[in-house]
């Protein structure tokens, strides 16, 4: 009995640590909640799928600035963290989609804790971007 309690806790404990799983986004600018995305990795490489627009002058929106296969297509269901490899606390070395404005930009993404994700999306230099708190989503 306390041997599965102590397992339990364990996987429990692991899991909240882990930055896999489903997030709600925080616009940077307005504090509102956006979207859930769904954080994964496939092959030591971190993704992250929005599966549900929350604002509803959102719904149903199309990435309409994208340049690329992506011109056009739901925004709803669309990978916008690409490729990111493990480097220490953090994932870095990929990149982000903001279907916004359609552009691409290199990414770091990080926990501050348990259920804080840190998303980072800048141009060249880290110094220069923007910074989002995603929240776990409960």
Avoid at 22 to 45: L, P
Avoid at 79 to 100: M, Q, Y
Wanted: proline share 2%; hydrophobic share 35%; with cysteine.
């Amino acid at each position: 009995m306390l041997y599965s309690l102590i397992i339990t806790l364990f996987f429990g404990l692991h899991q909240n640590l882990s930055v896999t799983g489903q997030w709600v986004t925080i616009d940077d600018e307005t504090g509102k909640e956006k979207s859930e995305v769904t954080v994964y990795i496939k092959q030591n490489r971190l993704y992250a799928r929005i599966d549900r627009l929350l604002l509803e002058e959102d719904q149903g929106k199309r990435c309409i600035e994208c340049k690329d296969d992506k011109q056009g297509q739901p925004i709803e269901g669309m990978l916008i963290i690409n490729g990111l490899e493990p480097d220490g606390d953090s994932w870095s070395d990929g990149e982000i989609l903001d279907p916004a404005n359609g552009k691409y930009y290199a990414c770091t993404l990080a926990l501050e804790d348990a259920n804080t994700l840190s998303v980072r999306g800048y141009i060249g230099f880290s110094f220069i971007g923007r910074t989002q708190q995603w929240k776990r989503k409960q």
